[in-house]
């Protein structure tokens, strides 16, 4: 059994140890995303890794032949063997089997025992100082004075910030520092030096542990230590564990100062509570409680409290992106079934297999054709199809709504930059539609195609003409967008921007090259577009550069009757007529003049 249990611990290690390293590789690249979008990613890493067992055992199984023998133990496979070469083994002489030797597998058993002991150990030493820690807190529970005043305002509080647990306040002479303990009944426990504290210092101190209640940092603080204990060899699980604890710190710090606290005053008050604090020492209330300042992560937290530049929150989406990139992640890891390679056979053995014993054996056709290499390609290739789908959605849902980093953090990840998603055009047109002139130059320099055509979304230049986003418009015309380039059902960029009415959007095209007559299918020319909206300014700027007053375009017209479209037929559409139509006097009058006629 030990020799079972073995590999089947490892392989668990293997799985938690690459999803944690992911979770790493994500956060360096969200260097410039919140604090709390960083926490969200590595609270749900150590979730997979704590969960790996279970996803191990639901999720669907991806064999990987490992290169070398996962077992301490071997069995030599029972290959059946055809009639005739039954016949001339048993007509060969025997030869005599050598004395066995087990003094090797005893060794390499003792071995599996040795590392299962060693493992067993170490998560029993975390655990009990976990235990040790969650006893700690009940006695400081216990002992610890109720400050009636700071419980009114704690109280005040959590009102306003919608905690709906009850919580109460303790001053204890052993806290050195703030912090709080307790998963379903949160306590504040406060420095007896507290009570001098002034009213200002109270509070941002009252604020930053009700942040900790309102963002369950308890409940992650246990679900870490509970993953150092079961991986308490890999060092990523302590990595992860002191990153979530960082990123925690400084998303309640953003949260004091999202509540209006000055950064500067609220740094000083953080420098001072941790200046009383006594040294770091070996404190078991420290697995369980979480504490308001340590002096090895003061540093970093005043740089960031004091950063203007630092962003403070992040959008819903952006943390849910990272979210679904880490289970992304962990449901293939998960599926990663570790095989032994299959032991060499001695030369000369004869592994013919009958027709008869293959029929007496039918149970095992569908285990072979199911591990096939080509079976094995093809849910690879599905895996990796959804994968690659994810990444290109989320890099176009980023690009709309201007999320620079999460830009960034997908293309890292292997997102296409000139993925086409279907009703949203591209990240390029997606950004450009938006006009994110930060994020459409990173994508043009990632190497994002400025003349690529979506249908029924376009190109990038016509969806930044058609909203006036003429910083977007020139750049896309500097890096080599064509101004003449027509999509079906979306027009011209001319034709986009004179039927809009940005006049300064029509002047930089005309100056880059634009054709003033070119004819859009379903969108007719620049004039009859702008002619048909009623922007007189236009009209006038394209005739002035040489647009035909009397250029027609056949169309399909289109009548509707109830709740269905009738064709009536071809009909010929001119600025006059369109003018005219929607009754716009002052252009018809101008048309005329200009020499227009029907």
């Not at 710190?249 to 941790?274: K, M, Q, W």
């Not at 500097?478 to 079906?488: I, T």
């Not at 054709?515 to 005739?543: F, N, R």
């Not at 479209?565 to 600025?575: D, I, N, Q």
Request: charged share 20%; proline share 6%; with cysteine.
């Amino acid at each position: 059994m030990t020799a079972e249990l073995t590999p089947l611990l490892a392989g668990f290690a293997i799985r938690a140890a690459a999803v944690l390293a992911f979770a790493w590789l994500l956060t360096s690249v969200m260097r410039r995303a919140s604090a709390s979008a960083r926490h969200i990613v590595w609270t749900f890493a150590i979730a997979a890794a704590a969960l790996v067992p279970v996803t191990a055992l639901v999720a669907p199984r991806w064999e990987v032949r490992s290169p070398v023998a996962l077992s301490t133990t071997t069995t030599t496979p029972r290959v059946p063997v055809s009639a005739p070469a039954r016949s001339a083994r048993a007509a060969a002489p025997q030869p005599t089997a050598p004395a066995a030797t087990p003094r090797a597998g005893i060794a390499s058993l003792d071995a599996a025992q040795t590392a299962l002991v060693l493992w067993a150990a170490g998560t029993l030493a975390v655990l009990l100082y976990l235990c040790v820690g969650s006893v700690s807190a009940w006695r400081l529970r216990r002992r610890a004075a109720t400050t009636s005043s700071a419980t009114h305002d704690v109280h005040a509080l959590a009102e306003a910030l919608a905690i709906p647990a009850t919580i109460a306040v303790v001053d204890s002479e052993t806290a050195t520092t703030p912090m709080v303990s307790g998963i379903w009944r949160p306590l504040i426990v406060l420095p007896r030096e507290a009570a001098a504290w002034p009213e200002a210092r109270r509070h941002v101190v009252l604020l930053h542990e009700l942040a900790h209640i309102k963002r369950r940092d308890c409940l992650t603080q246990l679900l870490a230590q509970v993953v150092c204990a079961a991986y308490w060899f890999n060092p990523l699980a302590w990595i992860a564990a002191r990153r979530l604890r960082a990123e925690r710190e400084r998303a309640c710090d953003d949260f004091v100062l999202a509540a209006g606290t000055p950064g500067s005053e609220y740094a000083n008050h953080l420098l001072e509570i941790a200046q009383g604090t006594q040294p770091a020492r070996f404190s078991p209330l420290a697995a369980t409680a979480v504490p308001m300042a340590r002096r090895s992560q003061l540093e970093g937290r005043l740089m960031a409290i004091l950063d203007p530049a630092t962003r403070r929150s992040s959008a819903f989406y952006t943390r849910f992106a990272a979210a679904a990139l880490v289970a992304l992640v962990s449901i293939p890891a998960a599926a990663v079934q570790l095989i032994s390679p299959a032991p060499a056979l001695p030369r000369g053995v004869d592994i013919g297999l009958s027709h008869a014993a293959a029929a007496q054996a039918p149970e095992a056709a569908p285990i072979a054709q199911a591990s096939t290499p080509a079976a094995r390609k093809l849910t690879q290739a599905t895996k990796d199809e959804v994968l690659r789908f994810t990444l290109n959605r989320t890099l176009v849902e980023f690009a709309n709504e201007g999320e620079l980093d999460g830009v960034e953090a997908m293309l890292t990840a292997g997102a296409d930059v000139n993925a086409q998603v279907e009703g949203d055009g591209s990240p390029l047109i997606a950004a450009a539609d938006e006009g994110h002139i930060e994020i459409v130059r990173l994508l043009l320099d990632r190497g994002a195609n400025p003349n690529l055509v979506v249908p029924d979304d376009g190109t990038a230049l016509i969806a930044a003409a058609g909203e006036g986003h003429a910083h977007v418009v020139r750049l896309l015309l500097d890096r080599g967008a064509n101004p003449n380039l027509v999509a079906p059902g979306d027009g011209s960029p001319l034709t986009a921007a004179a039927g809009e009415g940005y006049i300064d959007v029509v002047e930089l095209l005309l100056q880059r090259g634009a054709d003033v007559s070119l004819v859009a299918e379903g969108d007719e020319t620049p004039l009859i577009q702008a002619a048909g909206e009623g922007y007189l300014d236009i009209v006038k700027l394209l005739v002035a550069k040489g647009a035909d007053v009397n250029q027609g375009v056949w169309v399909e017209g289109n009548d509707w009757i109830g709740n269905r479209v009738v064709r009536r037929g071809p009909e010929l559409r001119t600025p006059l007529s369109e003018a005219r139509d929607e009754r716009h006097i002052a252009i018809v009058t101008f048309l005329i003049s200009a020499g227009a006629r029907d």
